[in-house]
Structures are given as C-alpha cells and as structure tokens.
C-alpha cells in the first residue's frame, strides 16, 4: 500500500534490550524523521534524514542510531532500552521543497519495563 | 522550553461554541503548520502559512500568521464534535538544515455536544 508504514505498532521490551523499530515509505521522498511525542513535550526530533546515507541528530538524539541504506527505509534502534524511553514514536517524510507537508507514520508505541 | 509556545494546553467547549488557540514563539519561522492528530494516529496537515499577515480559511477554521513571522493563531468558528483532537502548530525555522519542523506542546480540544 502507498503512504509511510512503521512496525510494530505497539512494542514492549525491557530495560537494556536493543529495539528497532521500523519506517517504510512509498512515495520516494527525500526527507524522513523520527519523532518522538511525550504528553507535555509535543513532538521532539530525534533524527533526520536528508537523502541514503545521510542522516542528522535532532532535539533528543542520545540513546538513538539511525541508519539509512535506502531511500524508502529508515529504522529507529534503541541500543539499550531505558524506562525514559516509553513514547509513542513517529516516522515521517516529506520532499525537498521547504513548506511542504510531513506526512506521519500512525505512530509506534513503546514501552519499557 | 519549548521554542513554540501553544495555549492553552487543554479547552473543553460546547457544540456551537468559538475557540482560538495560539502558537507563539521569540523565533522567526520561514512557514508555520497547523496539524490534527487523532487519538492512535499520526498528526495530519490541515494548513501552511508563509507570508507574514497571511489568513487563510478552511470551512469554519481560520488560521492567522502573525506580521513578524513569529507566531499564528487557530480559530474555529462554531465548533463541532468532529472538531475534537490534538492541534499541534509547527514550524520550518528560517535557515533550518533538512526540512525540519519544531512542534508546539499541542492543545488538546475537547468538544462536547
């Protein structure tokens, strides 16, 4: 199906695990990112990507490794899963142009016990 | 602190009523967004604003871009069950690297029939 798609939807894993979780989009956008949205805090970036195999810290990096290897991909690891890293965590894209529209992933909630 | 202040955090009206949220920064922003997120899935775009002084309609929403670039406004006019979610402003900084948006902590709204 076209659009941006992030597994698993619901994740639970414990303190000191690694967790990856996933991001695909369709459209063959340039740009993706990966937020993460805490009740008080909004969306915070985490990372971002501008193109393959480049990628950029956000707001809230630490703890997080991003890769890149194609363009419609762009998977989130959490290296050692932390209690402070329970969010639900979104995957979005958009093309080059500036002001255009980020389009969201339906969001992966993550919790860590 | 957040570089985009929203307010208020939380409204709770009546069908028919008006509402305004706001979206204030110290910063200047290239574009604002205004995005509805639903409860379980990922922000969606309802609106961009780019020229400073700029209104712009959207049935019985009205969105407002401050002179300064600095800050917009959400206004709804009569409002509606279907008008219940998460209103998050963001905005594209003017010399932000990558397309990246900084979000607002969200209002929640609230409208009850």
């Known amino acids: 199906d076209a659009g941006i798609t992030q597994s698993p939807r619901y994740k639970i894993t414990e303190t000191g695990r690694q967790v990856t979780l996933m991001c695909h989009q369709t459209?063959?956008?340039?740009?993706m990112f990966w937020y993460r949205q805490d009740l008080g805090h909004g969306l915070r970036l985490i990372y971002y990507?501008?193109?393959?195999?480049?990628?950029d810290k956000g707001e809230v990096p630490d703890g997080y490794v991003v890769s890149r290897s194609k363009t419609e991909n762009f998977p989130l690891t959490l290296e050692s899963a932390t209690r402070s890293q329970t969010s639900v965590y979104f995957c979005?894209?958009?093309?080059?142009?500036?002001?255009?529209?980020?389009?969201f992933g339906q969001g992966t909630r993550l919790t860590v016990v | 602190t957040q570089l985009l202040e929203q307010s208020p955090q939380f409204l709770s009206i009546q069908e028919g009523e008006n509402l305004t949220v706001y979206c204030n920064s110290s910063?200047?922003?290239?574009?604002l967004q205004w995005y509805r997120q639903e409860p379980g899935e990922g922000p969606v775009l309802l609106v961009t604003?780019?020229?400073?002084?700029e209104v712009k309609k959207l049935k019985r929403l009205t969105f407002q871009f401050g002179d300064a670039r600095k800050d917009s406004s959400l206004h709804i006019t009569a409002a509606q069950p279907g008008d219940t979610g998460l209103y998050l402003c963001?905005?594209?900084?003017?010399?932000?690297?990558?397309?990246?948006?900084?979000f607002g902590g969200g209002t929640r709204v609230l409208v009850k029939p």
């Open positions: 979005a894209s958009n093309n080059r142009r500036l002001n255009t529209e980020a389009f």
């Open positions: 459209w063959s956008h340039s740009y």
């Open positions: 990507s501008a193109a393959a195999d480049i990628t």
């Open positions: 910063s200047v922003f290239s574009s």
């Open positions: 604003v780019v020229t400073g002084g």
């Open positions: 963001a905005g594209a900084m003017v010399k932000a690297a990558g397309n990246k948006l900084t």
